[in-house]
Structures are given as C-alpha cells and as structure tokens.
C-alpha cells in the first residue's frame, strides 16, 4: 500500500509587498507623514528627508523598481509552469496594500502568497508587514488569505547575487589599492535597541554578512576583514539605536589605516532612496573628505538568481516536499515566526 502524500496546498496569486515611495512632489510630505505616524519623530527630521526627495523631482526610484520585480518574477513564474498573476502593494503609499487585496477579491482570488521586500527579521521588516497584510484582509472582509512566505535572509538566491556584486566592486579597484586590503563594510537600516533585543535581526544581519564574505576572494595575506555598521536612523535622540553609523565608521577605519572601502548595503534588496543619499551621497561624501576610496557593490534587485529565489520559494508552498534550502548552518527559517518574535515596539 503507497505511504500517504500530503496534500498540496492550493493558492491562486502572489503579491509582492513593499515599502512605497512617492512619484512626485506633491506626494512626498504625504507620504512621510504614512510613514512616521504614531511615531516621535523630530520635524527637523522630516524636512531633512523630504528635501532628499526633492531634489530628485520628488520622485523615488522604489515603485519602478518593485514595476521591474514583479514582472520579473511573473516571467520567472510563467517559465517555471506556476502560471499564477502576481500582484502589488504597498505599506506606504500607492498601490496601497488595502487596495491591492481589494482588487484581488474582485478578480476572484481566494488564497494567495506573499513576498516582502525584506530579507531580515525585525518588527517593521517582518511582523508590522503580517500586521499590514492582517489589515488589508479584515478590510475586505476577510478574503482573500493571505499567507506571508519566509524570510530568506540566508537563502543561496539572497547570499549569491550580493556576493557577485561584492566581488564586481572589488575587481573595480585597481591592483595598488587592492593592496591595501579594502575593507568590506556592511550596512543595514538602523532601528531601535529595544525594538533589535526582541528580534532576530543583527544576528541574521551578521550570520548574512560572513555568509557573503565568505564567498570573496581574499585579499593578498589575509581574508577581507567586514564590519556591520547601520543608517538612515529616524528617531529622537534621546532613544538609542543601532550603531555605529556609516558614516562614523568610515571615519574610525580611516583613524586606523583603512584606505579602501567594498559598502555593501546588506540590509537592501534594491536601489532605493536610502541606498542612494545614505550610501551613494553621504558615505561617498564623507570617504572622499578622506581621501578614501569607496566601492558601493549593488543589491539584488531583479538579479536572475534573486527572482529564481522568490519562484522557489513559492514553490516550497505550493509543495511541500520541495527542498528548502539554506546558505548558512541556521537552515531555512519556518514559515510561521515565533509568537514572541518580533514584538510591537
């Protein structure tokens, strides 16, 4: 007699969930005001930020992007025979997530996944996303289901794609300042300390860092020293969070010697504003002010194997018994995060 299967779940869509941006000037204070609400966050701060996006047109390069990924992956899908529609929606601004799930009702969906737009396990990058998809739902009366796939941190489809743009940064210093052994430097979104004691992040932030570090050429003697450093830190000063901070960093390497910098926005799966000002403009700035050479390596983005990724990660929910892989001796995280992981700050 043939052991019993299990059932294969069914499920009708996908959506890609993000973060938003603005696509204009008039929508920029509108959509900061989304973002920090129920926050403390400093009116000087939010000046600060909005003037970034005006002097780019007002414009984020956030939405086009998550344009690219979902057709990307819809691509990926369809060459993969999962011919399910992929839809998007947005925490932030629009699409907005409620009206996303709205039309996806309409359309006749009734179980569909999830993939967010962040790789790391922190209360705004995983639980306030369950919590956003848990809204939409109970606003269309409870259907459709969503169901959110997991973090992938540490999935080979993450780690390989951020090493190959490490490695092609690397490979941009000529042999004179490759002798110098450049230092890796990683950077993730700050959040804060009481928010990081409660959530797996700056493990998986580490355990993510040496996985890609790993997978580099080292330099001539010794393997390439890494750091984890943070930015784009929003809150009151009087609350502490994530350090050091980019730019601090870059400062303290060069006290020690360090004349070349890999910056690897580790904690980014694609180009957007914080990448760019954070990373492209202020880090550059400040390297440059001393005489530092500094190589910022890409993020995954609608890279190939990054895309295969999200097709394989559905396909873990549409079988069960698909391999789940993982790069790190963490293996693949569950599903399903631990009631306390995470807390509501």
Known sequence: MPPPTTPTPVFD????????????????VPFLRNVTRGRSVPTRRLEEVAEHYLQRGGRSPINDQNRALAAALQSALHSD???????????????????????MRA???????????????????????????????????GTPEIHKLRLYWDHPGFIEPMAEGVRAALSRLDSAAAS?????????????TAMAAGAPYER?????????????????????RWDLVYQSRSGPPQVPWLEPDVVDHLEVLHRAGVGDVILVPLGFVSDHMEVIHD????AARAAAALDMRLVRSPTAGTHPAFVNMIVELIRERLDPNTPRRAAGASGAWPDDCAASCCPRP
Request: proline letters at 10%.
């Open 13 to 28: 869509a996908v959506v890609v969930v993000s973060f938003g941006g603005p696509e204009g000037p008039e929508e920029v």
């Open 81 to 103: 025979g999962t011919d399910l529609p992929v839809y998007w929606g947005n925490r932030n601004w629009h699409p907005l997530l409620a009206d996303t799930v709205a039309s």
């Open 107 to 141: 359309d006749g969906v009734r179980r569909a996944l999830a993939f967010v737009t962040s790789a790391f396990g922190s209360y705004p990058g995983c639980r306030q996303y369950r919590e956003d998809i848990a809204r939409a739902i109970a606003g269309c009366n």
């Open 180 to 192: 110098r052994s450049p230092r890796l430097v990683f950077s993730a979104h700050s959040i804060p």
């Open 204 to 224: 998986q932030l580490r355990e993510a860092a040496s996985l890609i570090a790993e997978r580099v050429p080292p330099g001539p003697g010794d393997p390439l």
């Open 279 to 282: 990373l492209d403009e202020e």
